[in-house]
C-alpha cells in the first residue's frame, strides 16, 4: 500500500504541532500536544515530574529502569512510580560513563552510568535492568559497585510462560517487593527514614 497522499493515506505524522502536509483543511496533528509532552519527559533529565511525584507521596519509591521488559503494573500496584531511562542523548557529554564501558557500545549504558554519577539519578531509589542484551545486563553490576545504597537488580524474565520453559520461577522472581527492597538496601529511601 503506498503512502501517496491521492489514496487517501498519510504517509508520516505531521512535526508536533504542524498541520498535516497536503490536508486541505491544514487541521493540526491530534497528537501534537501528547507527543510534545512525551518528548518533554524523555528530555527532562533532572527528572523533574518524578522528583515532584515524590515530594507529593512521601515513603513512595520511584524506581529507575532500562527499557522494555520491566513489569510496570506490578511496580504501579504496589505504590512504586516506574521511570524509564533512555539515557542522555545528545544531551550529555559521556566522560565517566566511558570508565566503565567501552566506547564503542551504544550510548544507553555508558550516558545512564554518566547521569548516575552526575547525581542526575538520586531521586530513583530502586533500578531494575532487564534482559535486553549483554550490556544491560551488566549494567546492573555496575550500579551494584556504584550505588550500592540503593536496590539494583538484574530482571530476567522468561519470553515463554510455559512452566516446562520457564514459567514456573516468574511468580518467585516477581515476588520481591519494594518492601523487600528496603531490607536489602540500606539507601535513602524516604526523607523520614
Same mark, same amino acid.
Given at each position: 500500500? *503506498? &503512502? *501517496? %497522499?491521492?489514496? &487517501?493515506?498519510r504517509a508520516a505524522a505531521a512535526p508536533a504541532g504542524q498541520p498535516f502536509p497536503g490536508d486541505p483543511g491544514?487541521? /493540526?496533528?491530534? %497528537?501534537? @500536544?501528547?507527543l510534545a509532552r512525551c518528548q @518533554?519527559? $524523555? /528530555?527532562? #533529565?533532572t527528572f523533574a515530574r518524578a522528583r515532584a511525584w515524590k515530594q507529593r507521596n512521601p515513603g513512595a519509591l520511584a524506581v529507575g529502569y532500562l527499557p522494555v521488559y520491566v513489569p510496570r503494573p506490578l511496580l /504501579? @500496584?504496589? !505504590?512504586? #512510580?516506574p521511570v524509564a531511562l533512555f539515557g542522555g542523548g545528545e544531551q550529555v557529554e559521556i566522560i565517566r560513563g566511558d570508565s566503565y564501558?567501552? *566506547?564503542y557500545i551504544c550510548q544507553l549504558p555508558r550516558s545512564v552510568v554518566e547521569l548516575g #554519577?552526575? !547525581?542526575? #539519578?538520586? $531521586?530513583f531509589d530502586a533500578f531494575l535492568f532487564p534482559s535486553t542484551c549483554d550490556v544491560v545486563r551488566n549494567l546492573g553490576g555496575v550500579f551494584k559497585l556504584l550505588f550500592g545504597e540503593r536496590y539494583v537488580a538484574y530482571l530476567d524474565l522468561p519470553q515463554s510462560f510455559d512452566p516446562a520453559v520457564g514459567g514456573? *520461577?516468574?511468580p518467585a522472581r516477581c515476588a520481591a517487593s519494594p518492601r523487600d527492597w528496603r531490607r536489602a538496601a540500606p539507601g535513602p529511601w524516604t526523607t523520614t527514614r
Open positions: 500500500m *503506498s &503512502g *501517496s %497522499a491521492d489514496n &487517501g493515506h491544514q487541521q /493540526e496533528d491530534p %497528537a501534537a @500536544a501528547i @518533554a519527559l $524523555v /528530555e527532562d #533529565l /504501579e @500496584a504496589q !505504590g512504586c #512510580l564501558f567501552q *566506547s #554519577l552526575r !547525581g542526575d #539519578l538520586d $531521586v514456573a *520461577s516468574t
